[in-house]
């Protein structure tokens, strides 16, 4: 069985077998799955995956296991994605806007990026008015913005958590 090569964040490298790989791929799709059920799937005894999980978890390549949850039947009807672009680059105004990101419960992901905006956010709000709400927020703590745009998701075309994993032969 080839084994293929995979970096970590932190530098060191660890080799990814093909069962190694079968093995993320079922827990990105089910992290709930009980051993012998993920044993099915990757042909490999219980034991080897429950041992197999703890080494992967101890490399880092499993981060945390979650439950997604369904915005809508949380009444959370409204999706947007913002680009807001910052007016100075102050320490202490960019510590203030990154405290009220990661309080805000409406932000679902923040990323600092390269290119015509500073930040991208992805927002989920109960209605357009509680988004209208946030939106105030975020430009009361910025002390005002040199430009955001805000577009309502409409339709989601594909929605993963997925993350592609190294072919292994």
Partial sequence: ???????????????????????????????????????????????????????LRKQGYIEKVVCLLDPAALGLQVMAHS??????????????????????????????QTGDADMILKIVARDLSHLSDFIDRLIAVTGGLASLRTGVVLKSIKTTTELPLPAVS
């Fill in 83 to 112: 680009l807001l672009s910052l007016r100075a680059h102050d320490a202490s105004q960019n510590a203030a806007l990154q405290q009220f990101l990661l309080d805000s419960p409406e932000v679902l992901e923040c990323h600092a």
């Fill in 1 to 55: 069985m080839r084994e293929s090569r995979t970096m970590l964040a932190a530098g060191v490298s660890h080799m990814l077998d093909a069962y190694d790989v079968k093995l993320l791929s079922a827990l990105q799709r089910k992290g709930d799955a009980a051993h012998v059920e993920l044993s099915e799937s990757v042909h490999l005894s219980p034991s080897q995956c429950a041992r197999r999980i703890e080494r």
